[in-house]
């Protein structure tokens, strides 16, 4: 069973550690001492489609040779400020991809294989688009 670990360093700053021993720096406002906890939810999603996605081309023999995906969210103004949409942009390339090939591994990531995507959905509306870029 994963099992994560957040430690209370000093102000609103803290360490988190995953099972595998990966720390990654957090913080309340103050963005200098850290990731706020609500956008490592957004890096959270974002990475956990990233992975399917990039894994999903490979099976489909389009490999992919840069992706990026940008993330954001609209949050309601009041407490407890959940994210109500999150767009989700991939900015990929690849020899050969096509966009068949691209939606349909955005698809399943969002709506199958990520756990991520999965927890939030029930919350917020993740919308995905995608941009091919030229293959150089």
Request: with cysteine; net charge negative; charged share 25%.
């Amino acid at each position: 069973m994963p099992t994560a670990r957040v430690k209370w360093v000093d102000g609103l700053q803290f360490v988190g550690t995953d099972s595998g021993g990966h720390s990654v720096v957090l913080s309340g406002d103050d963005q200098q001492d850290g990731v706020r906890p609500s956008e490592m939810l957004l890096v959270a999603l974002a990475s956990c489609s990233a992975v399917d996605v990039v894994d999903i081309m490979k099976k489909k023999r389009k490999p992919l040779t840069r992706l990026e995906v940008v993330i954001t969210g609209d949050r309601d103004p009041d407490p407890p400020w959940p994210y109500r949409t999150i767009q989700v942009v991939y900015h990929a390339q690849g020899r050969g991809l096509t966009d068949k090939a691209l939606s349909q591994a955005i698809q399943l990531s969002t709506e199958k294989y990520c756990s991520v995507a999965a927890t939030v959905s029930g919350v917020a509306d993740i919308q995905t688009r995608y941009e091919i870029l030229p293959d150089v």
